[in-house]
């Protein structure tokens, strides 16, 4: 026992990289559900939603139940967690539902949940507007893209987003530390434009990507290659496949951590026995189980914004402080942080006729100061909100601005 006890030490001692190296690495294992509704008529201007999956009893509220959650395990004892990739699209905001259906909808009726089983809510944008398909021969709510200014039907690709953005963030309260993308679309333009606003974004599922990158920071070039940018983009499939996750506990077995990330829908769930989402991360457990033993590899259940922030090994400060204060003098606003911002801080206002948007804060002089001069008249009021690197959160209480 001594001996064993003495060349353990030892072995620390002469060299932590060549003990490091026998150690398997963590599967990180990420559910992310798209949640919409599940009956949206994209050739329909105007329409009431179905938000069936979403009553009480049905599927969306089943994937709580402390019963289930307990029954899936990680190697840790954790239990599996659900990132709420939380829909918005421009056609909602012409349902009787309006803009903020599904975000405010699940929020009322989940958010205590949420909090309680340890899982995140996140953003899931369709980049969509009223516009001519061409294939179909009609108007629809297509896929728009663009990021570049355009204008479709009202307002410009850019605006769109921007006020769908403003809208999640101001209605809710909540700032989103992960993104998903709607159909899996981002180009450049788009992709350096939500690299100021959301430091994680599961959007990979793209075939220019070579399935073995698991998380990269893209170029301002060219969002679909290596660079400089700030956010990490992490690789999310479409359904568990076993060779993939074969090939990620065989990375973990040499020694490296890794994250499995896949996406499903809120769909189905029109009775009480037919729930794809449990079924899903049920055959996921399954697989992940045999793989675990086989390989000697951990695995452990994360929210999206925790698996990569424990995959770049991210040093996240405990409290994420922040002033704003108003200057009447000049009608400006500015925030000063006590720490380095993920991006660029937003202005999210709501005017008087009840529209809502948002810019960038442009930087001040002194560190980690931004600063945002209203130019608009009719505003009613408006928050300050923005995000830390590792993906802590920041809203000022709603202010008003001078008159
Ligand atoms: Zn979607």
Redesign the pocket.
Known sequence: MFAVGACLVMSACMGVRFLKKRVPGIVYVVDCV?T?SNAFNYYRYSQSLNMNTFVPGYLIDQTFETAWRDSLTDSFGGHVKFTWFL?TIEGYRHTPQGINAIPGRFLEQFKDRVLSHGDEVAW?Y?HADWCWDEQRQAKGWKLIRTFSDSVYCEKTDRRLAFDQMASFVYLNRVYPASFRS??NWENTDFSNWLDSLIPFDYSNNWPDIDLSVIAYRPSRKNVFRRGSLSRQVVRCVDRPDTTHLRALFERASAGEDVIFAYYGHNYGGTNRKNNALKTGAAAVQHILADLSNRYGVAYRYCTASDAISQYVGSHCPDSFGLTVAKNCDDNTVTVAFDTLVFGTPIVCWELYNGSISADFMTPDSGQHRWVYNFTHTNVMAFIVAGISRCGQSFLSEEMTPCR
């Open positions: 798209d919409e829909m899931h369709h709607g159909w």
